[in-house]
Structure formats: C-alpha cells, structure tokens
C-alpha cells in the first residue's frame, strides 16, 4: 500500500497548509491545538500526537469543527429528526433550512443515491468511505468519490486503473460494492457492485475519483444522478451525508458521545454551514469523520451538490473539491484518453546507425541541458524539441532495422511518447519482441503495440506509424496475460514459490511416492472419442462401496446422473474435494457456459442432491487455495478410486481413474456411439484428453490416502481460514472465435488400449513430487522428446520464471539443441500463441512449424519419452501447475503405452495442429463482466470464466 500512503502524505501536507493558512479558530470548551492536528488514513502510517490526545489509526482525514455541529440518524431513506438536540447551540438556523418542505423532501430524494464503498479480500478494511452517483457521460452508473478512498482498493495499471491484489491472497484482485442504504436499525441492504474503476486522480491538488457500478441488483435500480451547482456562498447551510467512522479516541469522549453517539459506519447526516467558497477548496464545518471521505456536500437551498468532501483539520475547517472542478472533469473526461494529438514526428533514442549504402556513420545524439539534441551526419545539426515527439518513416535506401537492440529503443521513444497521455486506456504494453509475418514468427525483432480488446489496430489512431526509429511497428490485441493484468488486475505471475502451506511427509509409507513394478492392469483411452465411455464403466462398477474423488470441476450431466446412481445404492460412500475456487458468489461458478456447456448442472445442486440422498454417507469439502492456505492457485487434480470396505472397518483398494480432463461436457463428451462410427462432426468440439483406468491396489491405494488427507486437510483449513480467493470477472467471447481445430484430411479415432503386463508406474503429484521427476525423465531423453499440454508458459521476464518449472524448460530446451526429436504441441486461446512462441524463441528454442505446433482443442498434459515411457495427467506446463497447486499424473514405464500415445500425438500433429496465427480479426470484441454485474449474455457471445480465458482451466 505504499501508493496510498505517499498520495495520503501529500494530502496530510495540502491540508496542513490549508489549515495553517486560515489561522486557528479554537472553540472555547476544548484547549486550544498547539498545531494543527491532521488526521490520517487508516493503515497508512504512524499514529498523530497532540494536545488532544492520540489520534485513532483509523482516521482518514476528517475532522469536527465545533461541537454545535451533531449529526442525524438516518433511516428508511429519511432523516431521523430524534436523533439530535433541535434546540441545541446553533442548531435552529439550521433546523428551520432542514425543515422547509421543498428542502427537506429534495433532499431526502437524494439520500438513496449515497452509499458506503465495501470491499473484498481486503482484511485491513470493510469498507474505504462514502461514494455517490454523479452523471455526466451520459449514464447514471458512476460513482464519485475521493482518490485517497479509491486507492485504498485500487492501483493505476499501464492502461487505466485496475483493483489491487488481495490481502492477503495477492494472486486474485479485491473488489467493491456500493450499499446505497447501510442505515441504523440493520435495514436491507442496496448493494451495487464496482464493475470499473474508471478514473483516479493521480495529482495532489485533486482529491477525485469515478467509479462504475451495475445499474441493476436483482429486481433492484440503481438510484438517479445527484445535480451539482456551483454557486455556494458564505454561510449557505450545507448536509454532508456519508459514514462517519468511530473516532472516539481523538476528542473528549463526552462531548463526542453528544455529537455522533455510539453506533458507526452507518449513514448520517451533519449539518452545518460554508465557510468559505472562494479558494481552491470549498470549506465547511459539519462534523465528519473517517469514513466521511468522499461524502456529498448538499446546499440546502440550491438542492444540489456543491463538493465532494475530502479532508479536515481539527477545530479549524473541512474541506470538499467544489462541483466546478467536478464538473470540468465531465467535460475534459481524462478517463478516455482519446483526444486527438501530435504525431511522434522526430528521431529519437537511436543507436548510432548506418544510412544508405555505403553511408556516412551517425552518432548517438547529444542531449544538452536545455533540451537542445546535436546529431552529427557529418554536418552538425542542433535541434530543440517541445513537445514528446517519435520518429517517423525512415525515407530513402536505409534498411529496416530487425535486431533487438534497435526495437528495445524504438519501443522505449514510443513509451516516452505515450507518456504524454497518461489516461488513455487502450495501449496495454509497448515491447520489443519478434514479428509475425505472414502467420508466422519470424527472426526479425520489432515493436509491438499491445492493446485493449476492441480498440482500433490502426497506429494513427495513437499517433503512431509503422516504422520508429528505422523499426517496424505493429498493433496487436494483447494476449490473455496482459488483458488479465492490465484490465482486470489479476496477475499470473503472483505467485513465486515451489509451493503455499502445503506439506505432507513422503517419507510416510501411506503417502509414499515411490514407483511401483510388477503385472499392473490398465486400460489408457483419450478424448472425444473414448473418455466418456469408459468412465461410465468405471462409475457403473457396483462391487464396491467407497468412491473417493479430487475434481476441478464436476458439472456434465452424464457425469453427475451416475455419481448420483452410486449415492442411491444403500451401503454406497463417496467423500469429494473439489475446487470450487469462486464459490456460488460468481454469476458463472462452473465454467457452465457455451454451447457444449449449456446444460451443465452447477455443482451447488449437485453437492445439495448428494447431501439429501446419502446424509451421513457423503462428506465433501472445499479445497482450501490462496497464497497463504494450502494450494496457492488451483485444485485441479482429477482423481476416482474405487475401494472395497470390509469388516473391521478394513479397506481394499482396488482401482482408480486419472485424468487430464474434468468431469464436464467438453472434457467427457458425452458420445453414445460406438467408437468406430465416428465421424469428425461427433468430436470436433470437444477437448483432447489423455485417461488412464489403473487396476493395482497400491497405487489405488496411495491416491485414496492422498485425497482423503486432502478432504480432511481441506475441512480443517476452512474452519480457521477466511475466504481467501474471490469472485473472478467472467469473459465475454465472440461466438465466432470457435475453439475447433481444422478438419483432418485424414480423420482417425483411437480405440482404448487394453494392458495387462509388467510395467513399472510413477504416480506424481504436485506440490509432492511432479517437477523433480519431470526433470529426470526430460534428462532421461535420448531419441525423442513429444510434448502435448495445454500450456508451456514462461513468464514475461523470463529468468523470473520459478525454478521448479524453469529447469524442466531449460531440460528441454538443451534436448532440442543437441539434436533430438524435441516437439510441442500446445493450446491456442484468444491469441495466447504469440507470447508463448515469442518467449519460447526467446528462450533459445525452435519455434518453427516442425518443431511446435498448436490447436484449439487441446487439453491434455501429456509427454512421451523416447519408446519406453509416457507420461499422462492434468499438470498443465505453468509455474502453477508445476509446483504450488494440486494435480496429479503418472509416468508409464511400458513400451506398449508408449508407443499408443506416440501414435496420436503424430496423428494430432499431422492433422489437427498448426504453426500459423490466425490474426487479429477473431480476437478484437473481448468483453469483461465483473462479478455480480448484469449477467445477460448478448447475441453472438459466449460467457467463459477468467480460468479459461487464461488457459488454466
């Protein structure tokens, strides 16, 4: 939080002056201040000392000015006339403004549209201060409020504002709501989400912030805009209406007691009167305290706003940006950034460079003190610039420059270019990396211009051209990452360690790891074609008594009927862990959206059937994720095992299934056909999938302990932690971006494999033991390295990647370079293929069409070594899903399995992967819908969770 605490510093300093400007005016019942006493926000730094004792931790700048100030009750949308003294010191004048009909009743119409600014996954606040509707876009939906309020939650990214990362989980963002009500007596609350931090004042002398919030709740509308003027006058009687926080610690307790009682962080209403309209702030001196932040200051008279109530100095004024200055904000709307401006027109930040053939050399320029650049060609030529300007088209025979060193510098003029208009949100990222030409990456380095989905690709629309400084320019839609970060506020590269709080002993026989050799039974089978099919055989076995499952997500339809046909049978157990990583707060908690999807059942219903059918014979938990739980990210394991229970309360375990795919409709389709009357239209929509059902009692064994210490570890940690992972945004995609891949020339299902032999088997889970057996096996390689996953994800600085997924990559990379058969099939979503084969060629690997290769559909986390092993399950090629967060695998030991997945791997290079980027048309129209905003999907798109966008589902 240092952000805030600097931008409170500065306004500690403003109001310091303000305060010492104006000269004390002490009240007579309480001794007189020996400096002015300023009070700060809330976590923001050190605690205030003076003459009226200590001052809260919890102020945030806001003061009582005389105590014939008190404040009202305010309930079911009106002023409580009991709850203050009508007769006291200087209360008739002020009485008799409220109680002039016209006054009153304009007033109490505007209450509605004031409310308390509540955030989640913050453990440091509940709620930051007051906000309230102002119009002047042209909607009703924007809230303003203070800047030192909003930065409580929210942070400026590289394009527009996005909400912090949470305390303590960092991994997802905080988010807002507005209760417009919040009122003594527990009344029913109004709550409007924070769809969009639209604004935040980044300078000292303007304490202002909008935000967006949902126009619907329910069946509930969001109240109309307040009206603002700008005539306030001298001793104007004058209402701040917000939520004065408890603050009792600063004042004589008596005589606080008499101004706002004892009940806090509830909506009320201070009279009082202007006290000077003239300078750069409006003052008044109605009581406030913290929590006042961002409150309405209301002229009676006028009925309209006059300011937006900021700061106070004890026993001396409060202060409120004046509606002018609000109003000018309408007209110049600094969020947009789109105003029209000067093109970038000179050569700047260039390395000396040679122009023509054959042509004179041209030093670096020289940069004087004045702002004079000397370049030497070899006349010497001196220029003073103004304004940020960029180089245009090199004209003449000068070649384009393709090395890296050149774009770093032609990005790095276009940053301090851009930096010239700092709120316009549509340029995401500006870098230097490789260019796609023609669909395909190619060695040549260039600029290129990341931005927000659905902004326009043409460079003069930024004031851009397509070669700066001699380098190609290129507008792109940033890829998911960036969108995430930028726009959202949510980063994938949060989270750095090899694991969160999890630990488990391996060194404990029931949760050893170790391979296990001898005759194993197994049936290994993929999806679309196979994955359902044999599932259901697997949950229809009815020997057994005890199924015991660690899932991602659990909502095909197919899926739960059989889950609930075992829940029916009398003697049947089932105990569950699950993900259930956004919880039934978000509009869309299972991923049940799309075509494919669409009859999915929500696990909420799912999990209340089991409760009422089985009872006591159903135990499931929640799996505990965040930085600072068990999991950091994910619970993203998909494990079955089937146990017998015998007498003694003795178990025998006897099978299990492990995959890479859920147990959704996309993952399972549900295909009744028999296999070899497929046809490339019955599978074309669905994921890629790799499933082994494994029948050995110890490795059936291993797992169930495994997921059974999961469940109780999980049950446990829910009970002492609070919710540490909130509702994400969902995504909003084009029905027209079709996850399909092309249609095979050659199409082919793969029958399930039938083994029965000796083998040896390597179970793997994370955050156990996956990397470090990885690792091994990579570097076991001598022939051939296949790699099918979903993802292979370094990070944007590279060398920052964690190193428990950075070594198995360098493996890998060294396996390619010496020569052997290194290639990688991966999964292409929203445009995520170019920063992943641009970092992959960064790294030092081979990125061309025969060595990686992508398709829509691919979902499997699969690799296979030489011709004796194969590795199969659902850790996808992340930092996450290396290390931190929960998954499992196996690595077949077994020439047979081997060369099964060997065969479809060739079969899903040749026919369904490809090397060529799709551009941009497919991508632009990207839509984002803050958790609890209005849910209806419009025409033409789909709606995807936040996990799918990014690829980690």
């Not at 029958?751 to 076991?780: F, G, I, K, R």
Request: net charge negative.
């Amino acid at each position: 939080m240092a952000d805030s605490k600097d931008d409170l510093d500065v306004l500690r300093r403003k109001v310091a002056a303000l305060a010492a400007a104006e000269g004390a005016k002490p009240e007579k019942l309480v001794k007189e201040a020996t400096s002015a006493q300023i009070i700060g926000d809330p976590a923001l730094g050190p605690s205030l000392e003076s003459a009226f004792g200590q001052v809260s931790e919890s102020a945030q700048l806001e003061a009582v000015i005389r105590w014939s100030r008190p404040v009202f009750w305010v309930t079911n949308d009106a002023v409580d006339d009991r709850s203050v003294d009508a007769n006291g010191p200087g209360m008739p004048g002020l009485m008799e403004a409220l109680n002039e009909p016209t006054n009153r009743s304009d007033l109490e119409r505007a209450l509605p549209s004031i409310g308390r600014i509540e955030i989640a996954d913050n453990a440091n606040f509940e709620w930051a201060g007051t906000g309230w509707v102002i119009d002047f876009d042209g909607a009703s939906d924007i809230v303003v409020t203070n800047a030192h309020v909003a930065k409580l939650f929210a942070k400026r990214g590289q394009a527009g504002f996005v909400f912090k990362p949470g305390i303590p989980n960092f991994n997802l963002p905080q988010s807002a709501k507005i209760d417009f009500r919040e009122e003594l007596g527990g009344s029913i609350a109004r709550e409007f989400p924070v769809t969009e931090i639209i604004w935040i004042s980044q300078t000292s002398q303007l304490d202002v912030a909008f935000l967006r919030v949902s126009r619907n709740a329910g069946t509930d509308r969001l109240s109309g805009p307040l009206p603002l003027t700008t005539d306030a006058q001298t001793g104007a009687v004058v209402a701040v209406i917000g939520y004065p926080g408890d603050d009792s610690r600063s004042y004589d307790a008596r005589r606080f007691k008499q101004v706002f009682g004892t009940e806090f962080g509830i909506k009320r209403l201070a009279l009082g009167r202007v006290t000077d309209p003239e300078h750069a702030s409006i003052t008044h001196d109605c009581s406030t305290l913290p929590g006042n932040s961002g409150s309405i200051v209301w002229d009676l008279e006028k009925k309209k706003a006059i300011g937006l109530h900021y700061a106070g100095a004890m026993f001396k004024n409060n202060y409120a940006v004046p509606s002018g200055e609000l109003e000018k904000l309408a007209r110049q709307r600094p969020w947009q950034g789109e105003a029209p401006r000067a093109p970038m027109s000179a050569d700047t930040a260039r390395p000396p460079m040679t122009v023509g053939q054959g042509g004179a050399s041209v030093a670096a320029p020289s940069v004087s003190g004045d702002g004079a650049i000397t370049l030497t060609v070899p006349l010497q030529i001196t220029v003073k610039l103004g304004a940020a300007t960029a180089p245009q088209t090199v004209v003449g025979d000068a070649p384009i420059r393709t090395d890296k060193q050149s774009a770093e510098a032609a990005a790095n003029a276009i940053r301090v270019y851009l930096a010239s208009y700092p709120d316009d949100n549509r340029i995401l990222q500006v870098n230097a990396g490789f260019l796609f030409k023609d669909g395909q990456l190619s060695d040549d380095y260039g600029v290129i211009i990341g931005l927000r989905p659905g902004a326009s690709l043409d460079l003069a629309a930024y004031g851009l051209q397509p070669i700066v400084d001699g380098v190609e320019v290129v507008a792109e839609f940033a890829d998911p990452e960036a969108v995430a970060e930028e726009v959202l506020g949510y980063s994938v590269e949060a989270f750095t360690d090899r694991r969160a709080r999890y630990s488990r002993d391996l060194g404990d026989p029931q949760f050893n790891l170790d391979p296990v050799s001898g005759r194993i039974r197994m049936t290994l089978h993929v999806s679309p074609e196979c994955g359902w099919p044999v599932l259901k055989q697997f949950l229809a076995i009815d020997d057994y008594e005890q199924l015991t499952i660690g899932m991602y997500h659990m909502t095909a339809p197919h899926v739960v009927e059989a889950i609930e046909d075992i829940a029916r049978r009398r003697r049947s157990r089932i105990t569950l862990t699950l993900d259930r990583q956004r919880g039934d707060k978000a509009e869309n908690p299972d991923d049940t959206s799309g075509e494919k999807k669409k009859d999915d059942i929500p696990e909420r219903d799912t999990i209340k059937s089991l409760k009422t059918t089985m009872e006591k014979r159903f135990k499931w938990a929640k799996a505990a994720l965040g930085a600072n739980s068990l999991f950091a990210q994910a619970y993203h394991i998909k494990v079955a095992v089937w146990t017998d229970r015998l007498r003694g309360n003795k178990r025998a375990d006897k099978a299990f299934w492990l995959s890479s795919g859920n147990w959704q409709s996309t993952n399972q389709a549900n295909i009744d056909k028999p296999f070899e009357n497929l046809t490339w239209r019955d599978v074309r929509d669905f994921n890629r999938e790799w499933h082994a059902v494994v029948w050995r009692e110890d490795l059936a064994a291993t797992f169930r302990r495994h997921l059974e210490q999961d469940y109780e570890d999980c049950e446990a940690a829910l009970l002492t932690e609070s919710e540490t992972v909130g509702a994400t945004p969902d995504v909003l995609v084009p029905e027209a971006v079709a996850e399909r891949p092309p249609e095979p020339t050659r199409f082919q299902v793969f029958a399930p494999l039938e083994l029965d032999e000796e083998m040896t088997v390597q179970p793997l889970l994370t955050p156990d033991n996956y990397p470090e057996v990885v690792l091994e096996l990579v570097e076991s390689a001598r022939e051939r390295l296949l790699i099918e996953n979903q993802s292979f994800n370094l990070w944007s600085k590279i060398d920052n990647t964690p190193e428990h997924f950075l070594a198995i990559a360098r493996a890998i990379r060294e396996k390619q370079q010496a020569g052997l058969d290194v290639r990688i099939i991966f999964r292409n979503l929203f445009g995520s293929e170019k920063t992943t084969l641009r970092r992959l060629k960064e790294f030092g690997m081979r990125t061309d069409a025969d060595h990686i290769r992508y398709f829509d559909t691919c979902h499997t986390k699969g690799m296979i070594v030489d011709d004796h092993s194969v590795m199969l399950g659902s850790q996808n090629f992340t930092a996450g899903g290396t290390g931190p967060n929960r998954d499992a695998s196996l690595v077949i030991r077994n020439a047979r399995a081997n060369a099964y997945f060997a065969s479809l791997f060739e079969y899903d290079w040749s026919e369904l992967a490809r090397n060529r980027w799709r551009g941009e048309a497919a991508f632009g129209s990207v839509r984002f819908v803050t958790p609890g905003a209005e849910s209806a999907t419009p025409a033409g798109y789909r709606r995807i969770s936040l996990a799918e966008y990014l690829g980690e589902s």
